[in-house]
């Protein structure tokens, strides 16, 4: 209270009486106003619930769908240490046998022993990798092993050339090595014929100038398929060997070829279909929480009577039921495929369904699953007309806002109203206190003065 007022003349406690004044005149309003406060925010909550479970459930689909799942391939290697397999669910099922003959390796070159810090002139050096070419520019003063070392690393052009200095008994000795496998990353080092100084002891063009020494030589991988197919690459990763697999040669084979196998992931089909039953079951039960009555109670959740839940459930339910076009004779709906609706509304698997079909029509899932009018961008279509930002959740949402604002208005005009009333009363107080407190004063001075008139 920002008024007060002493009472002491009235004997009253005027503060606490003005208070309890006030707060008898705004306690209606104020628990209005709480009370559909708290209610919408339950309301909010309540839609924001649904709206999550929803989601997820167009999710689990969408990426089933996106991710080609219904087609996803599982890999097997029996060397996996050897070589290493994926397969994308495009690729041909069956098994095959890997040699890994050679593994891709990176070419690496050694300079001859120089004394430490020495000078090696000035000019220019071009280092070509493959394709790709760098020139350097070695100075009068910066000219030593060190210093050309630092010059090839830090150029912003270096195709992958990576440079260092070692030392050894016999001195200093420039490494350069290729960062890049395979047989066409070969380096050559030329010097320019204006170049001063031992420069051109640094030189290196294989078949013509061999000032330095190969320690390793660049290499392609090699594997064979099946003991037919020979196949070269500049890496170890071989992506066209097999359509839509992925080999990875990891070690030398040494006369035992590795076996792999692709098949069928029935394993991945299933276990999004479990997230997805678990997901509808999830938005079932918000439903019941949400919208279920109590007739005993007379109480019922936020949204009970609410046709969103209603409409939600059973569009839903037509999605499950309808035949989808396009998918094989035995697997048009999605009960037909294995999963099923409980007495109560829930979703359930029924593992021997389903089982048997991925058994006989694994490769007709993407019929029932994929394109327009499959059962997943169906799903995904029904969920958007609620969850999306025009859908039916969001104008709930957006209404219930509207409401929410508009209390926030009621009850910045109940806080002002109230703040007028106090003063008014505190005022209506005062003035009494003040009239009393005059009345008082003057009764006073009667007594005082009826002795002397007495007197008279």
Not at 350 to 379: C, E, R
Request: charged letters at 25%.
């Amino acid at each position: 209270m920002g008024l007060s007022a002493s009472g002491l003349v009235s004997g009253l406690d005027i503060n606490n009486l003005v208070s309890q004044l006030v707060e008898a005149e705004r306690a209606p309003k104020q628990s209005r106003i709480t009370k559909q406060q708290n209610d919408i925010e339950t309301d909010i909550s309540a839609y924001g619930r649904l709206k999550d479970a929803l989601d997820t459930m167009k999710d689990t689909m969408s990426k089933f769908r996106k991710d080609h799942t219904f087609a996803a391939r599982s890999s097997a290697s029996d060397n996996p240490e050897a070589v290493s397999v994926s397969a994308e669910h495009d690729a041909m099922t069956g098994s095959y046998s890997v040699d890994v003959q050679q593994l891709a390796q990176s070419q690496k070159l050694v300079s001859d022993a120089f004394t430490e810090d020495k000078n090696f002139g000035s000019g220019s050096l071009t280092l070509q990798l493959g394709s790709e070419s760098i020139t350097l520019n070695v100075g009068e003063t910066e000219n030593t092993l060190a210093d050309i070392a630092s010059l090839i690393n830090k150029h912003a052009s270096n195709p992958g050339i990576a440079a260092s200095v070692i030392k050894d008994d016999d001195g200093e000795r420039l490494i350069l090595g290729s960062e890049k496998t395979g047989a066409d990353n070969t380096i050559t080092l030329t010097v320019d014929s204006s170049t001063t100084g031992d420069l051109n002891s640094l030189a290196y063009v294989p078949g013509t100038v061999n000032n330095l020494t190969e320690v390793q030589a660049a290499k392609d991988a090699r594997i064979v398929v099946d003991g037919l197919a020979t196949i070269t690459n500049s890496n170890n990763t071989f992506s066209s060997a097999i359509p839509g697999v992925k080999i990875e040669a990891k070690e030398l084979s040494n006369g035992s070829p590795v076996n792999i196998s692709v098949s069928e992931d029935k394993a991945a089909v299933k276990k999004v279909m479990e997230e997805f039953v678990d997901s509808y079951n999830a938005f079932y039960q918000i439903t019941q929480s949400v919208a279920k009555y109590d007739p005993e109670s007379g109480t019922g959740g936020a949204l009970v009577g609410d046709s969103l839940i209603r409409s939600a459930t059973s569009q839903l339910r037509a999605v499950f039921s309808s035949p989808i076009e396009g998918a094989p004779d035995t697997m048009k709906t999605l009960s037909e495929f294995g999963v099923t609706t409980t007495m109560e509304g829930r979703l359930e698997i029924d593992s021997t369904i389903m089982d048997k079909q991925l058994d006989q029509n694994f490769s007709k899932l993407g019929d029932f699953f994929d394109g327009n009018n499959g059962f997943a961008k169906k799903l995904e279509d029904t969920v958007d007309r609620f969850t999306s930002f025009t859908g039916s959740i969001k104008s709930r949402e957006n209404s219930l806002n509207e409401q929410k604002n508009r209390l926030d208005d009621d009850q910045v005009t109940l806080d002002l109203r109230m703040e007028q009333l106090e003063k008014r009363t505190m005022s209506q107080f005062t003035a009494m206190e003040s009239a009393m407190a005059q009345m008082q004063y003057q009764m006073s001075a009667m007594m005082s003065m009826m002795p002397q008139m007495g007197n008279q």
